[in-house]
Structures are given as structure tokens and as C-alpha cells.
């Protein structure tokens, strides 16, 4: 584990991340979303062992990390145009953009598809590693399958210690969900997975953007078009659900839950904002942020899922956020975290 400034890379844990990447070998680092957990995205082997360090089926594909946008006519022959200005835009961030593969990219990379998924980050680490490895990085969330994401280097190591050679740790992250994807590989462009890049800021730049239906409605609406987000992801170990309506009723209710729950002896948590934590009564409450700021929100929203595990709360209790603009990104994880189980009151 190496820590260092975010803002300044440490060069010479940089360089030794590089040279791990370069033989093949993998390294977990911060990104402005998540960390990732990287691995050379040209070699087969350096893919296949993210896979075993996960868990994680191998038909679920993973994203190439780059650095420059000339490095784009390696990993695909054909750009579409869109692919430029949405670049322009929004690269380095938290944006990735589905293209038909080139033959340079290993279907072990692509979980077997013909499309690649690339993205730019700006965390100025992530950028320098990517840079020291040779150009690209394949990075799945540093989390182990079925595990929150990591927002901070000890979620990395919670999960994944003794699996990987290095953790670059470079404290918490600043956004805390994964980043938008959208596919550009279809006509009109579809978002699979929503992020801090919202569906109004695609659209200025695209026009209309078609949405994958599961993404708030879950597999009740058909199987999604990103294989990952098929599995279950983003779960507690505890049994969670999201409940929705007036402040008072949804208060009244959950309070009413968690005495059942204490009766039973079971272990109650509550997720809500940091206005409303006052008025429950549950064993752990975890407030993600102020009412109504989707950012704070974001941020600590995983880490207090992995709270939950470590205090082995069962019954978990969440308010409902906002799913206006980034608010949908919270919100769809929120529901995959409770199985899609929402209550209204
Ligand atoms: O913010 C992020 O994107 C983070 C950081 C580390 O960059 N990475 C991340 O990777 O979230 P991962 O592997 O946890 O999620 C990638 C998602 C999966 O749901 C996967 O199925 C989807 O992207 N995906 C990757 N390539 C795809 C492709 N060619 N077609 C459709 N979906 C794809
Ligand atoms: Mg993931």
C-alpha cells in the first residue's frame, strides 16, 4: 500500500505500480469515482487474473482506462464521431463510451463481446499510472463481486488484500458512483449505467439519448444491456429496503419496523439525510449527507453500505432521494442495493 497527495502522484510508487502493470501483474488506484482495480487491457492473462482477484464472472466486461484520446484508434478502427465531442466535453471524467473493438483489444478484456468500453479519468494517479503502464488499463471496481464499491484504499483492502500486489492509496474519492455509460455502438446513443455525467449533459451534445430501461426499474423490465449490471452488485448483507412518501409517514413507519425488528432481536439500521437522523430511533443511523445535495450524498452512500456490514445490522431502512439529474445515479444504485424492494407510505 503506498499513500501519497492526490493532487501530486508519488513517482516513484508510480513508476513500481507501472512496472507491475507492464509483467502483467495488478494494482488497485483511486479514480475520481471509485477505485479501480487494474490490469494491462491488451494482455489476456493481466484480465483473466482480475476476474479470479474479484470473484467476478468472466461474461461480465471491463473498461479500458486511457490517458490520451489519440490512443482511442488502438482499441477501436471506426470511432464514431459522437465518441470526439462527447471527449471534448467530458474527458478526463467520470464518462465511458461503448465502441466496436479493434482487433488490439482481447475478447478476455470485453467478457467475449465485440465492443470496448473506454474511459478517460482525471484523477491525476489514475492518469499517471495509466501513463507509466504503456497506455491502457482494463479496471473494474476494486470491490470484490457483490461487495459496494470502494470510495477510500481500506475498502480495497477489506476485499481484496493478499489477492493483489498494490494498493496506490490516495484517499477518499471525490464522487463515490461509478461512472456514466453510454453506448455508442447502437443508434441513437443508449445510457446503460447512470453517473455524475447526467442524461441533460449527454443530450446537449448528442440530442436525444436513448435510456436502458432496467436502470430504475430493475430486471422486472428485461434484461439490462450492460452485463454488470445484471448481477447482484451494490448489496449490504443485511435485507434492505428503500421507504418512499411524506417525511412524517415515512418516519412513523420505519420506527414502527425497527421496535418489530428489536422485539425479534434483530439489528436495525436506518440510511436517511442529515436532517431527518434525529427523528429515528434505530440501532445504527447513518446519515449520507444533507437534504437534497445528491454530491455529499454520493460520496459517502457506499461507504455507509460497508458500515452496515461491519456493524452486522440485518434490517435496513433508507429514505428515498431525489432522481432528478445525478440524483438518478444515487437513486439507481440505492435500488440495486435493495434488490428493487420500495415501500410507499
Ligand atoms: O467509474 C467507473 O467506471 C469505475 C472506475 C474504476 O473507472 N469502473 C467500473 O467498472 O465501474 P466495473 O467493471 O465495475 O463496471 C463496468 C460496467 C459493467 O456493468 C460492465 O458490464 C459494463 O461496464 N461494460 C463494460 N464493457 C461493456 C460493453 N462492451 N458493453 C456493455 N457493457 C459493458
Ligand atoms: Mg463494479
Redesign the pocket.
Known amino acids: 500500500m503506498y499513500a501519497m497527495d492526490p493532487e501530486h502522484p508519488d513517482r516513484e510508487a508510480i513508476e513500481k505500480a507501472g512496472q507491475i502493470l507492464r509483467r502483467g501483474g495488478l494494482v488497485a488506484f483511486p479514480?475520481e469515482?471509485?477505485?479501480?482495480l487494474g490490469g494491462d487491457a491488451l494482455n489476456p492473462e493481466s484480465s483473466r487474473k482480475i476476474y479470479a482477484a474479484k470473484g467476478r464472472p468472466s461474461d461480465?466486461?471491463?473498461?479500458v482506462?486511457i490517458a490520451r484520446t489519440e490512443d482511442l484508434y488502438k482499441l477501436c478502427d471506426d470511432i464514431p464521431e459522437e465518441v470526439f465531442r462527447l471527449g471534448e466535453r467530458f474527458w478526463p471524467g467520470?464518462l465511458?463510451m461503448?465502441m466496436k473493438k479493434s482487433k488490439a483489444v482481447p475478447y478476455e478484456t470485453?467478457?467475449g463481446?465485440d465492443?470496448?468500453?473506454v474511459?478517460m479519468?482525471s484523477h491525476p494517479v489514475a492518469l499517471a499510472l495509466i501513463r507509466s503502464a504503456g497506455g491502457f488499463v482494463a479496471?473494474?471496481?476494486?470491490n470484490a463481486s457483490g461487495r459496494p464499491?470502494p470510495t477510500r484504499a481500506s475498502h480495497v483492502y477489506e476485499d481484496l488484500a493478499g489477492r493483489i500486489e498494490c494498493i496506490l492509496d490516495g484517499g477518499e474519492v471525490g464522487i463515490g458512483v461509478?461512472?456514466t455509460?453510454v453506448?455508442l455502438s447502437v443508434t441513437p446513443p443508449m445510457i446503460?449505467?447512470p453517473?455524475y455525467i447526467t442524461r441533460e449533459d449527454l443530450e446537449e451534445v448528442l440530442g436525444s439519448v436513448g435510456e436502458d430501461a432496467t436502470m430504475m426499474k430493475g430486471n422486472g423490465a428485461g434484461a439490462p444491456?450492460?452485463?454488470?449490471?445484471r448481477y447482484r452488485h451494490y448489496a449490504p448483507r443485511g435485507h434492505m429496503v428503500i421507504v418512499e412518501g411524506e417525511a412524517a409517514a415515512v418516519a412513523d413507519y420505519i420506527n414502527r419496523r425497527v421496535k418489530e425488528c428489536r422485539e425479534e432481536g434483530r439489528k436495525t439500521g436506518v440510511l436517511c439525510t442529515r436532517e431527518s437522523a434525529g427523528t429515528y430511533g434505530a440501532d445504527v443511523i447513518k446519515p449520507a449527507g444533507h437534504a437534497g445535495d445528491e454530491e455529499e450524498t454520493a460520496r459517502h452512500l457506499y461507504g455507509i453500505l460497508r458500515d452496515f456490514d461491519e456493524e452486522a445490522v440485518e434490517e435496513i431502512f433508507s429514505e428515498s432521494f431525489s432522481s432528478e439529474g445525478f440524483g438518478q445515479a444515487v437513486m439507481n444504485r440505492l435500488l440495486k442495493a435493495a434488490g428493487h424492494t420500495v415501500i410507499r407510505v
Do not use: F, Q
Open positions: 479514480t469515482t471509485v477505485y479501480g461480465n466486461p471491463l473498461i482506462h467520470p465511458t461503448i470485453t467478457g463481446l465492443t470496448v468500453a474511459r479519468p479496471a473494474p471496481s476494486a464499491s461509478e461512472s455509460i453506448d446503460l449505467r453517473g444491456k450492460a452485463p454488470g449490471m
